[in-house]
């Protein structure tokens, strides 16, 4: 039996109002002051390189209406050591006159909007206390497996010292 195909029309979203160029310096300077003076002290005050991807930068980038945060990253391992690249962690998308939408780069690398609506200030301010929208800490290295394999083994011995097998005869 053959379906009937229908067509849905959607509309899409309208696109903000161009802003002016004073207004896009106003918030490209709002948010690197905001780097600066929050995010770099609390999130980055030293680098501290490690064998794996360590943080060096957090900076921004304004493109298409919006503004992404974003960590620079070096790589420590022996077979890249020294590349960098950047991964964004946070962005704001100018929705209209002083109106702001919240995104958030999840691990998979899509965005997802978390606030919707608000000014440049309270961007900033959710920004600050919003722990989903921090940059992302990776200070501690990984455990060695010469220190968690003994571990291990002593709980997998003293589980099959408690339970007796099955296919083993006593």
């Known amino acids: 039996m053959a379906r009937n195909k229908q067509r849905v029309r ?3 979203a309208p696109r903000p109002p161009p802003l002016d160029e004073a207004e896009k310096r106003a918030i490209i300077g709002a948010c690197e002051a905001f780097i600066r003076d929050v995010l770099k002290p609390r999130f980055l005050p030293e680098i501290r390189p490690t064998k794996w991807n360590y943080v060096i930068d957090i900076h921004g ?3 298409a209406g919006r503004y992404r945060f974003i960590q620079r990253y070096r790589s420590g391992m022996a077979h890249n050591r020294d590349e960098e690249f950047d991964a964004p962690f946070a962005r704001i998308d100018r929705m209209g006159r002083d109106l702001f ?3 958030w780069m999840r691990h998979t690398g899509k965005w997802h909007r978390l606030h919707a609506g608000v000014t440049l200030a309270e961007a900033l301010q959710i920004l600050e206390t919003d722990g989903v929208l921090h ?3 990776l200070t501690v290295e990984p455990a060695s ?3 968690a ?3 291990l083994e002593a709980i997998a011995h ?3 010292a408690s339970k007796p097998r099955p296919d083993v005869i006593t």
């Open 145 to 147: 497996r010469e220190v």
């Open 135 to 137: 940059p992302v800490l």
């Open 149 to 151: 394999g003994p571990n």
């Open 158 to 160: 003293q589980f099959s």
């Open 10 to 12: 959607t509309t899409r």
């Open 101 to 103: 939408d919240i995104y």
């Open 61 to 63: 980038a304004w493109a």
